[in-house]
């Protein structure tokens, strides 16, 4: 965008005192602030920069701030006064995600255009329509909407035709055409659809209808490819050598990490319990003692399960609440009276009660910070406080619902207060999982029988 230059100098004249030692690094609180507009002490930092299109002076100015429930982002933009020449981009604070991410979005409406978009540049933007594609790391990271995207777009398809024009080139008529399609999209003229793929998984896609499902937008979360992995510049680790077996079940195993909030060195807790009635878990448990944040996750320890389950529990007293639960990271979460659904991998695999995961699903959504602030919609902000004070009566026992856990892979579990007799207000259906649910567990390419035979010609 622009190449540093001296940060900009302090008044004529000021005194600056000695300093008694060295001055100690600021903590990752104070750089990376909440994003809000009452916060009168965040102000950007400003970096007087070399402009590359008349090489004269200009600003930078760079803001270290941080979205709650996403990521921290380094928000910089460029201005030089000589040639009036401006950019704008945002750069990913944070660590590449372990999982790469695809929103699929159905634009439908013009209301669709202005959903608020987060693309680091590692993301591949997509229209399947007109056979459309902006490669990823081919355009620097914007936070943007939807129409910001295409006419993104449209200025760089632009930007060199009339070059092509003056040399008679071919293709510059038939860039003029797509860039008329383009611009018609943004009037929706006719539904299309919008890809944003991103393999470090820190790009994000509004969904304005909070807490309700989003039936325009599709999240998928996926596995990352070898040359996906390249791409990024993460190096595959070593193969380890095999260790001796040894019985961990009664054991707390502990490894060094980094925290998830402010990035200093902290340890992670990894113990094997066995759940009566059901199978062994993995529970891993961070504790920051620098920011005091703690967080937990469950994996499971065992394989998929042949069958899906779909646990329904009729919420009928506040002793519900007491109820073990855990939900796997491939578990999706319903509450017919509330039409909320939770999909899979949001919150990830969590050991709790129903209590504690209810009060985690009330602060997800009434805190998200696409509808609160000064550009939030009333109307959403009533069903939000709606839904909130439902959620409430919920937990106290004051008001009947469905709990519907639905786990393609099997391996959630909801605790039955009568076992070993069956749960009169709990039902238990194990389904046959269909052709797209393996798919998104990538069971339909794994093979686990006779895969020797096809490698015996090749030895």
Known sequence: MAASGAVEPGPPGAAVAPSPGPTPPPAPDHLFRPISAEDEEQQPTEIESLCMNCYCNGMTRLLLTKIPFF????????????????????QSAGRIQDQGVRYTLSVRALEDMNREVVKTDSAATRIPELDFEIPAFSQKGALTTVEGLITRAISGLEQDQPARRANKDATAERIDEFI???????????????????????????????PQKDDALVITHYNRTRQQEEMLGLQEEAPAEKPEEEDLRNEVLQFNTNCPECNAPAQTNMKLVQIPHFKEVIIMATNCENCGHRTNEVKSGGALEPLGTRITLHITDASDMTRDL????????????LEFELGMAVLGGKFTTLEGLLKDIRELVTKNPFTLGDSSNPGQT??????????????????????????????????????????????????????????????????????????????
């Open 180 to 210: 008329v399609k383009l611009k018609e999209l943004k009037q929706v003229a006719s539904p299309f659809t919008l890809i944003i793929d991103d393999p470090s998984g820190n790009s994000f896609v509004e969904n304005p209808h909070a």
């Open 326 to 337: 855990l939900k796997s990271e491939t578990c999706s979460v319903e509450i017919p009276e």
């Open 71 to 90: 990521r921290e982002i380094i928000v910089s933009s460029f201005s030089c006064e000589h040639c009036g020449w401006n950019n704008t981009e945002i």
């Open 382 to 459: 009533e069903r939000l406080q709606e839904f909130s004070q439902k959620m409430d009566q919920i937990i106290e026992g004051n008001m009947k619902a469905h709990f519907i856990m639905d786990d393609p892979a099997g391996n959630s579990y909801l605790q039955n207060v009568y076992a070993p007799e069956d749960d009169p207000e709990m039902k238990v259906e194990r389904y046959k999982r269909t052709f797209d649910q393996n798919e998104e567990l990538g069971l339909n390419d794994m093979k686990t029988e006779g895969y020797e035979a096809g490698l015996a010609p090749q030895r």
